[in-house]
């Protein structure tokens, strides 16, 4: 078989499969691909910075590093169980008393688990999400809130995470450390 008949005897069932899955379901995998890419540089920020930063404010008005990391993952956990697909798993405590005696914004390894656990929480209700879910405009995040979208809580998150990230980033340069460097790559 020539090259030409074989990418053309491979392609169709891509194509076919293609053609077949919803906007809806090709914008949640390719934005499931993207959350995967922000937790990967998250983790990289985060890991930049040695446990002896972890309580630097570089403003008083600010919060410590570790917190404004485990702020960043608990926040992403509040938005995602609006789908009340997945039970939050009791490694994610949400309340605020809990969350601190559970996780020491000042140990390393505790908020690197934290924040590596919301991710994954994340990725796993996005990867639940059916195709009503994706249609959904009722989802109320916290008391007093208007009623989001799916895409809403997904930019939403996407942008709170790079958000306090970019925040971190400053963290990083005012301890006199080269953050890592960013990617975007398209999925396709």
Partial sequence: MRRRELAAALGAPLFAQAQTK??????????????????DYTLAVLEAMPE????????????????????LASANVVYFRAFNLLPVPDSLPLDREVLAKQVDPLDKAAVRKYVAASFEYVAAVLGKLSEKDLARTDLALFKGAAPHSTIDVCMRAYMHTAHHRGQAVVYLRVKGITPPAWKFEPKT
Avoid at 52 to 70: H, M, S, T, V, Y
């Fill in 52 to 71: 002896d930063g972890f309580g630097l404010k570089p403003n008083p008005a600010q919060r410590p590093f570790g917190e404004q990391l485990r702020h």
């Fill in 22 to 39: 919803s906007f809806a379901a090709v914008w949640r995998d390719n934005f499931l691909n993207h959350w995967k890419d922000t937790r």
